[in-house]
């Protein structure tokens, strides 16, 4: 927290104390985040980071008012920026637009969070990623996983935990059997809009076990999305190993942090903050 520049460094254990206390004290989702770890062990680092990613999720602007129809907008929206990777730059103003604020904050050492879902209002969903993992096929599915708890509502209500996602994704995900019918649907959900499955059950039975680079590319044109979700979803699914078609993988952080309110990686933050 004193790298990140979260409390003041200090020499007197007292002072770091009082720096830590009233770090939590102000945490805009009060100390009822204290216990908000989803389906994962608790960890201070997490309580942390999600009250940092609360605290600044305040100064995001939003230049529209969420409701149903506008999650619903947004999604039509987002969907047509999946196929290039300069494309999600305009997913924080997309977001925006539809009243959903976005932001990144940078995981802390040993913790192993994607992203969380949380509110500031009725009407004031909250949607923080840590790009914990540098990819394409990553970070859209940890945004279309959280953009379903944004649509079902999970976390506004005061007796409900924020959801925050851990392990979601990477070589360290959580088993899928082992998450909570409200993860499973979210996955399913991200995985479905992104590449529905009834066409990729079509695509293996067809190709399968010939996964040239070209066929992946060749599918993912028709269905309008870089081949990088689909390398991750074949991944995902076993079909091929995850040395195959690596290349497609394409990194999109430095787009990411470029266009959102983000804390990490050695990016300044503005002086109000």
């Known amino acids: 927290m004193i790298k990140r ?3 003041e460094p200090s020499d007197s254990i007292d002072v770091l104390e009082r720096e830590v206390n009233e770090f939590f004290e102000v945490c805009p989702l009060g100390h009822a985040a204290r216990k908000s770890t989803n389906y994962c062990v608790p960890h201070p680092s997490v309580d942390a980071w999600l009250c940092r990613a609360a605290r600044l999720g305040r100064a995001v ?6 409701s149903d129809e506008a999650a619903d907008a947004a999604l039509n929206r987002l969907r047509k920026l999946m196929s290039h990777t300069e494309e999600v730059r305009h997913v924080p103003r997309v977001l925006a637009e539809s009243g959903i604020r976005f932001l990144v904050v940078e995981h802390l050492p040993q913790t192993r969070i994607d992203g969380a879902t949380f509110w ?10 840590s790009l914990r993992y540098d990819r394409f ?9 959280e953009m379903d708890h944004v649509r079902k509502r999970h976390g506004l209500n005061p007796d409900d935990d924020p959801p925050i996602d851990m392990a979601l994704v990477g070589e360290d995900a959580a088993s899928f059997e082992n998450r909570p019918l409200r993860e499973i ?6 995985a479905n ?8 059950d079509s695509f ?8 040239s680079r070209e066929k992946i590319k060749g599918f993912a044109l028709r269905m309008g999305v870089h081949p990088a979700l689909v390398v991750g979803q074949l991944q995902f699914r076993e079909e091929i190993m995850c040395s195959h ?6 990194k999109v952080r430095h787009i990411v942090t470029a266009s959102g309110l983000t804390d990490g990686w050695g990016q300044p933050l503005p002086s109000k903050l």
């Open 204 to 211: 293996i039975a067809r190709i399968r076990p010939l996964y």
């Open 120 to 129: 500031l209002g009725a009407k004031s969903p909250v949607i923080v990623l």
């Open 5 to 7: 520049q979260w409390i």
């Open 61 to 66: 602007d939003v230049k529209g008012v969420f």
């Open 245 to 250: 078609s690596r290349d497609l993988l394409a």
């Open 193 to 200: 809009f992104s590449v529905s499955r009834a066409d990729l």
């Open 137 to 145: 096929d990553r970070f859209w599915h940890t945004l279309l996983h």
């Open 185 to 190: 649907e979210a996955d399913n959900f991200a």
